[in-house]
């Protein structure tokens, strides 16, 4: 099985009400997410999935989110 992969940035201001943090003893969160956020962030994943992309793995930052995505290549045939 073979997969692709791509990455995808969205910027902060899609995402201006998502704070994520990290507390000194390094534990990292998401506090105040409105619902209208989760709901943008549900359809991003969403139109991805119907493409056939799978999740890999998102990060939070001060400029927006980056998100890793894969899918299979599907083989030629013979």
Do not use: P
């Not at 201001?13 to 989760?38: A, L």
């Not at 992309?53 to 030629?76: C, E, N, P, T």
């Amino acid at each position: 099985m073979r997969f692709e992969y791509e990455i995808t940035r969205h910027s902060a201001d899609t995402f201006n009400k998502v704070v994520f943090f990290c507390s000194k003893s390094g534990q990292c969160g998401i506090d105040e997410v409105s619902k209208d956020q989760t709901r943008i962030l549900t359809e991003i994943l969403n139109n991805r999935g119907s493409e056939g992309w799978a999740l890999v793995q998102i990060s939070f930052g001060k400029d927006g989110v980056m998100a890793f995505w894969k899918r299979k290549i599907k083989d030629k045939e013979k």
